[in-house]
């Protein structure tokens, strides 16, 4: 059982399809990442939400056994301290009143940010078992030929002698991984 049930992580819902996307990015807005104050970044996107700005913070469920032996769930974030902010010039600043932020960062290639978090968005709606990784390694960079995360692009690790995929958000150099059989991967 949860100690608090998931919070949504996105808002609005739809933000990273295309059509929402073109229409939020035609009102002047661009993308920020915020790094938070250190957890801070679930208090964070409730007050973005409730100020109607767009944001992103994937988060992941975690287990864990309480001291008494009983099986808990809590939801932590993907990105330590990092939330990602859809907001022209008024609504960052109206971000930074909300004393959760460290600095806010403008994201110059922001077509790669919505490429990496699409991806990190879909799998996490999968409810894959997922790792986060702090730090990018070198690997080859496959596609994900068929399977449900058909068209998914990534790099290979090996870890204990299984194969994982690594989806990445390259502006932060940090990602997730998950177990995936081999014989679905093809070169890119």
């Known amino acids: 059982m949860p100690i608090l049930k998931k919070e949504s992580d996105i808002f609005p819902d739809d933000l990273l399809e295309e059509v929402t996307l073109a229409r939020l990015l035609a009102q002047n807005r661009s993308w920020w990442c915020v790094y938070t104050i250190s957890r801070r970044e679930k208090d964070l996107m409730r007050k973005l939400g409730s100020l ?41 600043a109206q971000a930074m009143t909300t004393n959760c932020i460290s600095t806010c960062n403008q994201v110059v290639q922001h077509e790669l940010l919505v490429e990496d978090l699409r991806q990190i968005c879909s799998i996490v709606d999968q409810g894959e078992a997922l790792t986060p990784e702090a730090k990018l390694q070198a690997g080859s960079r496959v596609r994900v030929r068929s399977g449900p995360f058909a068209g998914l692009e990534g790099d290979v690790l090996r870890r204990e002698g299984k194969t994982r995929l690594l989806l990445s958000v390259r502006y932060l150099e940090q990602g997730v991984s998950m177990e995936m059989d081999e014989a679905l991967l093809e070169s890119v």
């Open 52 to 92: 109607k700005i767009p944001h992103y913070g994937p988060v992941l469920p975690k287990r864990y056994r309480s001291p008494n032996g009983r099986l808990r769930t809590s939801f932590v974030p993907m990105f330590a301290n990092y939330v990602f902010m859809l907001a022209n010039e008024d609504e960052r």
